[in-house]
């Protein structure tokens, strides 16, 4: 599938790849990002621990960039609200660790966030088709969640073109969002796919200069 001509290519650094002793100095680093995606991880839903809502709340005071927040924890349906309290401007959760998906995205909504679900590489888009309608973004991972710089799964691929085909089908107006192992020749065959936003940790803060990291990705020409 090659991308629609109006598609635009929208930047979210991680700042899972940021230095979290200099959250503030980093942040100041990717001004010219579309907004700045805070991973929030547990340790029964990934391997891993990161930060979590008095850290969010924090950010939300350093920076006027839009927070895109993804919960990679269990639980989603008692917590995720709280992130759309602290003042992300879009919150995703799990499919996967969502009792009830539908009431919970209309729950952020309600409470003034964007509502997004992720689905981790080897979760199907099928069964959530019928409820499109009720995100604002759709997240497949293109990584096992958990860590930054690991490589991009191109068997991801197929289901952001089911995806993206869905969304166009249903007319509705969800963000397609990948995450893991985006990079300036991975993030191509992504948006041949029909992706329009992409999470980059270690392309952008492994870089030098990362607001330049960030325009270069924002700049990959699409055919
Ligand atoms: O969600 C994540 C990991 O679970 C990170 O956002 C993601 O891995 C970004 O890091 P990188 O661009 O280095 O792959």
Redesign the pocket.
């Known amino acids: 599938m090659t991308p629609a001509a109006d598609q635009t290519i929208h930047i979210h650094p991680?700042i899972?790849?940021a230095d979290f002793a200099r959250l503030a100095e980093e942040l100041e680093r990717i001004q010219n990002a579309d907004a700045v995606?805070v991973?929030v991880?547990d340790n029964h839903f990934?391997p891993?621990l990161t930060l979590g809502l008095p850290v969010v709340k924090a950010i939300r005071q350093a920076t006027d960039l839009p927070l895109d927040v993804?919960l990679?924890i269990e639980d989603a349906d008692r917590w995720a609200p709280e992130y759309a309290e602290a003042g992300a401007e879009s919150v995703t959760f799990h499919a996967e660790a969502a009792a009830a998906p539908i009431r919970l995205a209309r729950e952020l909504r309600a409470r003034g966030a964007k509502a997004g679900m992720a689905l981790k590489p080897a979760t199907g888009v099928e069964p959530y088709l019928d409820m499109l309608a009720e995100l604002d973004l759709l997240l497949i991972?293109?990584?096992?969640?958990?860590?930054?710089?690991?490589p991009?799964l191109d068997v991801v691929l197929p289901k952001i073109r089911r995806a993206r085909e869905a969304l166009d089908g249903a007319g509705v107006p969800v963000a397609l969002q990948v995450?893991?192992?985006?990079?300036r020749e991975t993030i191509l065959r992504a948006a041949e796919a029909g992706a329009d936003v992409f999470?980059?940790?270690?392309?952008?803060y492994?870089a030098e200069d990362p607001a330049a990291a960030i325009d270069e990705l924002r700049r990959t020409p699409l055919r």
């Open positions: 991680s899972l790849s995606h991973d991880m990934v891993n993804h990679m991972m293109t990584v096992e969640p958990g860590f930054g710089g690991q991009f995450d893991g192992g985006v990079t999470v980059a940790g270690s392309a952008v492994g």
